[in-house]
C-alpha cells in the first residue's frame, strides 16, 4: 500500500530555477523523508523532518511539513542539471517501514 | 556512497527458479530492510530484520524469505519465482537513528 501522494509526477525546469515537489500522506507519521533516486538505481537520502517540526533546510532544499494537512513540500532552488532524478516522499510510521509515494521525474534542462 | 553494497548487480533467471540477492550493512548497523521496486513504482518494503531477527513485513508471500547475519551481511531469498518477480531490489541499513542508507540495488530479471 503506498502512503504518500507525490505531485506533480514529472516536472521539467531549466537550470538556475526552483522546483516544487508536493506531498500527500494518509496517516499519522512519526517524520516524513525525502529521497532522490538517479537512473532507477540506489536512493539516496536527503533530509528528514520530524513530525513536531515545521521546516527544514539543508543547502538548497527547503522542507516543509503540515501535520494537521498532511502534507510536506519539497523546494529545490537554483536547480542543476545534476539534479535531474526521481524525488520520493517517504513516510515512517511504523518503526522503521518506509512507505513510499510514487515520486516526481524531475528533468532539469542545461 | 552510502557505505551499503548489493550483490549481484544484475541477474537473469527463469521462473520456477529460486534466487539470492546479497547486501552488505555499514558496521554497526544492526537493522536491515528489504524493499522491492517494480519498474516506474516507488519501493516497497519486503521485511526488516533486527540483529538476526525478522521484526517487521510487508505484504509479500513467504516465498520471499531473508537472513541476517552477525557481521552485518544480509540475504534476500524468493523461491519459486514468478514473472512478476521482476524488479529492482534494494536493502537498507541504520542504526537507532531514522536515515536509512540504501544500497545501489540488484537488477532481477525473471524470464
Known amino acids: 500500500s503506498q502512503q504518500g501522494e507525490e505531485d506533480p509526477q514529472a516536472l521539467s525546469i531549466q537550470e538556475g530555477e526552483n522546483a516544487t515537489m508536493n506531498c500527500s500522506y494518509k496517516?499519522?507519521?512519526?517524520?516524513l523523508q525525502w529521497y532522490r533516486q538517479n537512473s532507477g538505481r540506489g536512493l539516496v537520502h536527503l533530509i528528514l523532518?520530524?513530525?513536531?517540526?515545521r521546516e527544514k533546510h539543508s543547502g538548497r532544499l527547503r522542507v516543509t511539513l503540515d501535520t494537521s494537512k498532511k502534507s510536506s513540500s519539497l523546494l529545490i532552488t537554483a536547480s542543476r542539471a545534476a539534479d535531474t532524478a526521481s524525488y520520493f516522499c517517504?513516510?515512517?510510521?511504523?518503526?522503521?517501514?518506509?512507505?513510499f509515494g510514487q515520486g516526481t521525474e524531475l528533468s532539469v534542462k542545461p | 556512497e552510502t557505505g551499503v553494497t548489493q550483490s549481484p548487480t544484475h541477474l537473469i533467471k527463469t521462473r520456477g527458479q529460486q534466487v539470492t540477492l546479497r547486501c552488505s550493512s555499514q558496521?554497526?548497523?544492526?537493522?536491515v530492510s528489504w524493499y522491492q521496486q517494480a519498474l516506474g513504482q516507488g519501493p516497497q518494503f519486503i521485511f526488516q530484520?533486527?540483529?538476526?531477527?525478522?521484526?517487521g513485513r510487508g505484504n509479500f508471500p513467504p516465498r520471499f524469505s531473508g537472513l541476517q547475519f552477525p557481521n552485518y551481511s544480509s540475504e534476500l531469498n524468493v523461491n519459486a519465482l514468478e514473472l512478476d518477480d521482476s524488479a529492482l531490489y534494494l536493502c537498507?541499513?541504520?542504526?537507532?537513528?531514522?536515515?536509512?542508507?540504501f544500497g545501489p540495488g540488484t537488477r532481477l530479471t525473471v524470464l
Open positions: 537498507a541499513s541504520r542504526t537507532s537513528t531514522d536515515t536509512q542508507y
Open positions: 496517516t499519522s507519521i512519526n517524520n
Open positions: 523532518i520530524r513530525s513536531n517540526e
Open positions: 517517504v513516510t515512517d510510521n511504523q518503526g522503521g517501514k518506509l512507505i
Open positions: 558496521s554497526g548497523h544492526n537493522t
Open positions: 530484520y533486527y540483529r538476526e531477527e525478522e521484526n
